[in-house]
């Protein structure tokens, strides 16, 4: 008998800001950690803004023997912070970035000099050569702000180009976005692995809010039947699951070179889809 194999996971999660917060994600992280991620990687505010935060809990990863990826943004930053914070993140022994432009909120000039994550890019790898293995975002649906699809998936070559090693997508529920990406990325001859962002649907408002911040769409079929539930939050947790885990299905089957998982400081979700696949 064959047995299907293992598909790579990796766990995303953001920084907590109270004490609180700090203790539940310690507890959800032993949760996670019995799904033997490849990585948990952690969130980093635009602007630095949640930096300590970031830096606090990619520690708190690694003294837990597990590989942690800093997610680290640009936008706003000067090439002296940067080169700053990547000695410390060495320093550290972290061995991965996620390397990103990031949003500043309305009203914040950008400023900095780095205009696109292909700049943060190029940089990491001319200050620290081959020391960090680089991720990149993917837009399989399109960036909300690329002026086309084929300029945005330019900007997707750029930063493989100028040195990503993988990339991380933006999360979606249609998987024939993400296959179509993939295909047209190939066609260009990008042979990085493209690693689907997953996000468990556990409440409706918190995914509507998400979604309209970030372009990701919510297929009607989903939206109309997330709204008739109402406050009925078991049948949304239930309705999520199956949608997801069969998202996840069809992306394994595909061949998609792992699963990325946006678990929100959350386990149950993320535990019960990789039970149900089997991984
Ligand atoms: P870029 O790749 O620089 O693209 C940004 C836009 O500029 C796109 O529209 C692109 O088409 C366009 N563009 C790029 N290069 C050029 C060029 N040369 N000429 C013209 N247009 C160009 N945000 C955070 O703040 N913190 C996080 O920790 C974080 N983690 C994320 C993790 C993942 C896996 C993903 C998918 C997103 C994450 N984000 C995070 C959100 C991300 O910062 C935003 O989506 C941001 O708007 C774009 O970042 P980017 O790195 O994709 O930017």
Same mark, same amino acid.
């Given at each position: 008998?064959?047995?299907?194999?293992?598909?790579?996971?990796?766990?995303?999660?953001?920084?907590?800001?109270?004490?609180?917060?700090?203790?539940?994600?310690?507890?959800?992280?032993?949760?996670?950690?019995?799904?033997?991620?490849?990585?948990?990687?952690?969130?980093?505010?635009?602007? *630095?803004?949640?930096?300590?935060?970031?830096?606090?809990?990619?520690?708190?990863?690694?003294?837990?023997?597990?590989?942690?990826?800093?997610?680290?943004?640009?936008?706003?930053?000067?090439?002296?912070?940067?080169?700053?914070?990547?000695?410390?993140?060495?320093?550290?022994?972290?061995?991965?970035?996620?390397?990103?432009? *990031?949003?500043?909120?309305?009203?914040? *000039?950008?400023? *900095?000099?780095?205009?696109?994550?292909?700049?943060?890019?190029?940089?990491?790898?001319?200050?620290?050569?081959?020391?960090?293995?680089?991720?990149?975002?993917?837009?399989?649906?399109?960036?909300?702000?690329?002026?086309?699809?084929?300029?945005?998936?330019?900007?997707?070559?750029?930063?493989?180009?100028?040195?990503?090693?993988?990339?991380?997508?933006?999360?979606?529920?249609?998987?024939?976005?993400?296959?179509?990406?993939?295909?047209?990325?190939?066609?260009?001859?990008?042979?990085?692995?493209?690693?689907?962002?997953?996000?468990?649907?556990?409440?409706?408002?918190?995914?509507?809010?998400?979604?309209?911040?970030?372009?990701?769409?919510?297929?009607?079929?989903?939206?109309?039947?997330?709204?008739?539930?109402?406050?009925?939050?078991?049948?949304?947790?239930?309705?999520?699951?199956?949608?997801?885990?069969?998202?996840?299905?069809?992306?394994?089957?595909?061949?998609?070179?792992?699963?990325?998982?946006?678990?929100?400081?959350?386990?149950?979700?993320?535990?019960?889809?990789?039970?149900?696949?089997?991984?």
């Amino acid at each position: 008998m064959t047995e299907t194999p293992r598909i790579p996971l990796s766990i995303e999660f953001f920084p907590p800001k109270t004490p609180e917060g700090v203790e539940k994600l310690r507890l959800v992280r032993q949760q996670l950690y019995a799904l033997k991620p490849e990585f948990c990687s952690v969130t980093f505010g635009a602007g *630095g803004s949640t930096q300590e935060g970031t830096f606090n809990t990619v520690r708190d990863i690694l003294a837990e023997g597990m590989a942690a990826a800093s997610h680290f943004s640009c936008i706003g930053a000067t090439k002296a912070t940067v080169r700053e914070q990547l000695a410390m993140l060495k320093a550290m022994g972290v061995k991965r970035l996620v390397a990103l432009r *990031g949003d500043l909120p309305s009203g914040y *000039g950008a400023g *900095g000099e780095f205009h696109y994550a292909s700049d943060l890019v190029a940089f990491i790898r001319e200050e620290t050569g081959n020391d960090f293995l680089i991720e990149v975002a993917a837009y399989p649906e399109i960036h909300p702000q690329a002026k086309s699809p084929a300029s945005d998936l330019q900007a997707f070559a750029a930063k493989v180009k100028a040195g990503a090693n993988s990339a991380i997508t933006q999360y979606f529920y249609n998987a024939d976005a993400y296959f179509h990406f993939v295909a047209e990325a190939d066609a260009l001859g990008i042979t990085i692995p493209v690693v689907p962002g997953i996000m468990p649907i556990t409440s409706s408002t918190q995914l509507m809010r998400f979604s309209d911040a970030c372009g990701a769409e919510i297929p009607r079929w989903i939206r109309l039947r997330l709204q008739a539930f109402g406050d009925d939050a078991a049948s949304i947790k239930a309705f999520g699951l199956d949608v997801v885990t069969d998202l996840c299905e069809q992306l394994r089957a595909g061949g998609a070179p792992g699963l990325h998982f946006y678990a929100m400081n959350q386990s149950a979700a993320t535990l019960e889809i990789c039970r149900r696949l089997g991984c």
